[in-house]
Each structure stands twice: as C-alpha cells, then as structure tokens.
C-alpha cells in the first residue's frame, strides 16, 4: 500500500511539474505576444503619421498649383475619359495567408490597348508643371503608406485576437 502511494506522489509532483512547465510557457508566448503587439501599435503610429503627413503635403502642392493657376477645376478631370471605361495603374488585392490576410499593392504598366491611362505628361502641348509631378509622386507614396498601415492594423488585430484566445484557454495566466 506504500508502494502505491508513493507512485501517486510522484505521478502528481510529475504532473505539477508538467503544468508548472506549461504555464511557464503560456506565459513565455504571452509577453512575447504582448512585446510584439507594442512594436506593431508603434509601427502604426509612425506608418500612419507619415500616412497624414504625405497627404497633407500633396495637398498643399495642389492647392498651390491651383491657386497660381486660378482655376478650380483641373486638366485631369477634362482628360479623364468619360465615354469608356478604363482601367486604375495601381490595384489592390488581398491575399490569405496561414497566419491572415495580406493587402498588396500592384501596380499595372501604361498600356493603353488594355484599357490602363497614360499619366498626365502635357496639356494642350504644354508641360505639367513640376509641382503636379511632385504631389503626384506624394500620392503614390501615400497610397505605399496606407497600404502598410491596413497590413500592420491586420497583423495587431491578429495579434490581439490570439491574445484572447491564449486566456481563454488558460484563464489563470493574466
């Protein structure tokens, strides 16, 4: 009877020590979890300040232009075709991977039998001027940022959600 009772004690001090060793663990992935969800939280901080910033400065570059211009109304909206369809130079599109889903950003070559538009070069023979070229070239920037941003949101709210589900399972470990 002993005998019997000394295997128990061991058997429960191994399976202590197996529990111990597992919480330890949990506990290991969760502040591993929570260190990554402040990197990304930062991450998105900064993506999207640059996001605000990009924008702000390509829409100062126009109001400019049209201010020296004098004119609401731009070459770009005459030039867009109205009468058939076309096709956007920049396309996004979600990808599922094992771990979510992915945004990219894909950018399509001027081709104009396959219905995409050639970028506004010159109006009515005459250059565009230098500061469209410069907010344009902050759009696209800008639309490189919130792609970004949309990707870091989605891997934090990955992240949360596993959070959620890792206490769930293991409600003692908070």
Same mark, same amino acid.
């Given at each position: 009877?002993?005998?019997?009772?000394?295997?128990? *004690? %061991?058997?429960?001090?191994? @399976?202590?020590?197996?529990? !111990? %060793?597992?919480?330890?663990?949990?506990?290991?992935? @969760?502040? $591993?979890?929570?260190?990554?969800?402040?990197?990304?939280?930062?991450?998105? #901080? #900064?993506?999207?300040?640059?996001?605000?910033?990009?924008?702000? /400065?390509?829409?100062?570059?126009?109001?400019?232009?049209?201010?020296?211009?004098?004119?609401?109304?731009?070459?770009?909206?005459?030039?867009?075709? &109205?009468?058939? +369809?076309?096709?956007?130079?920049? /396309?996004?599109?979600?990808?599922?991977?094992?771990?979510? $889903?992915?945004? !990219?950003?894909? /950018?399509? +070559?001027?081709?104009?039998?396959?219905?995409?538009?050639? +970028?506004?070069? *010159?109006?009515?023979?005459?250059?565009?001027?230098?500061?469209?070229?410069?907010?344009?070239?902050?759009?696209?920037?800008?639309?490189?940022?919130?792609? %970004?941003?949309? !990707?870091? &949101?989605?891997?934090?709210?990955?992240?949360?959600?596993?959070?959620?589900?890792?206490?769930?399972?293991?409600? $003692?470990? /908070?």
């Amino acid at each position: 009877m002993e005998e019997s009772a000394g295997c128990h *004690n %061991e058997s429960s001090k191994d @399976l202590e020590g197996v529990r !111990n %060793e597992e919480d330890l663990k949990v506990k290991c992935l @969760l502040d $591993d979890l929570h260190l990554h969800m402040l990197h990304l939280i930062e991450d998105e #901080v #900064v993506l999207h300040q640059e996001l605000c910033c990009q924008t702000s /400065r390509s829409r100062m570059i126009l109001a400019r232009v049209r201010l020296q211009q004098g004119s609401q109304r731009t070459a770009a909206e005459v030039l867009v075709p &109205r009468w058939r +369809p076309y096709r956007a130079l920049c /396309r996004l599109f979600e990808k599922s991977t094992p771990w979510g $889903d992915v945004i !990219n950003l894909r /950018r399509h +070559p001027v081709e104009a039998e396959q219905g995409f538009l050639q +970028p506004l070069t *010159n109006i009515f023979g005459s250059i565009v001027p230098v500061s469209w070229r410069v907010a344009k070239k902050y759009w696209d920037q800008s639309v490189e940022y919130s792609v %970004e941003c949309a !990707n870091t &949101r989605k891997e934090l709210l990955s992240t949360m959600s596993f959070i959620r589900k890792l206490r769930l399972r293991h409600p $003692d470990q /908070r």
